[in-house]
T-cell receptor, first 113, second 113 residues
Framework: KQEVTQIPAALSVPEGENLVLNCSFT??????LQWFRQDPGKGLTSLLL?????REQTSGRLNASLDKSSGRSTLYIAASQPGDSATYLC????????????FGEGTQLTVNP | NAGVTQTPKFQVLKTGQSMTLQCAQD?????MSWYRQDPGMGLRLIHY???????DQGEVPNGYNVSRSTTEDFPLRLLSAAPSQTSVYFC????????????FGDGTRLSIL
């Protein structure tokens, strides 16, 4: 059974710092990996999607990398801002079960002004 | 605005009561799904549908029923509510089961007393 772990569970940084969020998964037979953002009381917003054949994806100040063989992904946030404060979740989709996603529990990020 | 709409946003039930959580999308998405989000458990798939008239079970389907009579709507029914079903419920949709990203609603916060 696929398990997804996110470390750290919570992170507090001053504004302007570059930071890295980690995601690991136990079964490397994945179709893709996705990073989401969740604001309090809201649903999930997709940030980046990395296909299993890709190494990284970038969107603005966000960069996500994928090392499928070692079961790891990182989300790099450059020059963090208070507006980046949210919970970040990663989810993997397996090769064989279609759209079923397995989620990590998330990293709660606080960026202090 | 286009998107996934969930109603109600909050609900308190007594053990044994039944209710239906509504989910509607106006993006003509074929694939719709229901997740529950619990502390320490992440998001878990309850049921999903790949098109009108077709539904299937996810990871935690017990105690829940779904139907998909139209492309737009995918209601989730709790037949006899139990305290273990206290959770935040999210509905998501995408163009197909293989397409990403999935669009999430803002969730329904359900408490069973």
């Amino acid at each position: 059974k696929q398990e997804v772990t996110q470390i750290p569970a919570a992170l507090s940084v001053p504004e302007g710092e570059n930071l890295v969020l980690n995601c690991s998964f136990t079964d490397s037979a994945i179709y893709n990996l996705q990073w989401f953002r969740q604001d309090p009381g809201k649903g999930l917003t997709s940030l980046l999607l990395i296909q299993s054949s890709q190494r990284e994806q970038t969107s603005g100040r966000l960069n996500a990398s994928l090392d499928k063989s070692s079961g790891r992904s990182t989300l790099y946030i450059a020059a963090s801002q208070p507006g980046d404060s949210a919970t970040y979740l990663c989810a993997v989709r397996p090769e064989t079960s279609g759209s079923r996603l397995t989620f990590g529990e998330g990293t709660q990020l606080t960026v202090n002004p | 605005n286009a998107g996934v709409t969930q109603t109600p946003k909050f609900q308190v039930l007594k053990t044994g009561q039944s209710m239906t959580l509504q989910c509607a999308q106006d993006m003509n998405h074929e694939y719709m799904s229901w997740y529950r989000q619990d502390p320490g458990m992440g998001l878990r798939l309850i049921h999903y549908s790949v098109g009108a008239g077709i539904t299937d079970q996810g990871e935690v389907p017990n105690g829940y029923n779904v139907s998909r009579s139209t492309t737009e709507d995918f209601p989730l029914r709790l037949l006899s509510a139990a305290p273990s079903q206290t959770s935040v419920y999210f509905c998501a949709s995408s163009y197909s089961r293989w397409s990403q990203p999935q669009h999430f609603g803002d969730g329904t916060r359900l408490s069973i007393l």
